[in-house]
């Protein structure tokens, strides 16, 4: 073997190194993609809890209802909402490697749930006047025993 050949299977390990560790890199990318998404899918589950605890706070009459809390629930919902293009542009890059992220799923259902839960509160900002009365007039019947029993 001459030093020509052995210069060559030096420089091609090398350049073989690089390809290692560039699919090293994009692996290790996928586990914390998948890392992300499951940082999201806990966030989006202590958001579900703390708005289930005020609104049976609310309901029970615990609490009185505030407008400050609903709209900072609101806001909680649209920042993890804008969170999820971050996310889902890491999912597009790790599928387009073609890597399966195990927690995809469970991230995309959270997803369209707080996508849902969004729209309706667009939604109930327009509803007529007239229908927030009556929710509203509902709401207070409520905390205060005032419903009526259906047979």
Request: a negative charge; charged letters at 35%.
């Amino acid at each position: 073997m001459g030093l020509d050949d052995i210069v060559r299977d030096r420089v091609n390990e090398f350049h073989r190194h690089e390809e290692v560790m560039r699919e090293h890199h994009e692996a290790m990318e996928c586990y914390e993609c998948e890392d992300f998404l499951q940082l999201g899918i806990d966030a989006f589950h202590w958001l579900i809890r703390l708005d289930r605890r005020t609104r049976r706070a609310v309901l029970s009459g615990e609490v009185e209802h505030s407008e400050a809390t609903d709209e900072e629930l609101r806001n909680l919902f649209r920042r993890w909402l804008e969170a999820c293009r971050d996310a889902h542009n890491s999912v597009r890059r790790q599928q387009q490697r073609g890597y399966d992220l195990e927690n995809l799923g469970e991230f995309e259902n959270c997803y369209e749930e707080a996508r849902a839960i969004v729209d309706a509160f667009e939604t109930v900002d327009e509803l007529p006047q007239s229908f927030v009365a009556l929710r509203d007039e509902a709401l207070e019947d409520s905390r205060h025993g005032q419903t009526a029993e259906f047979i």
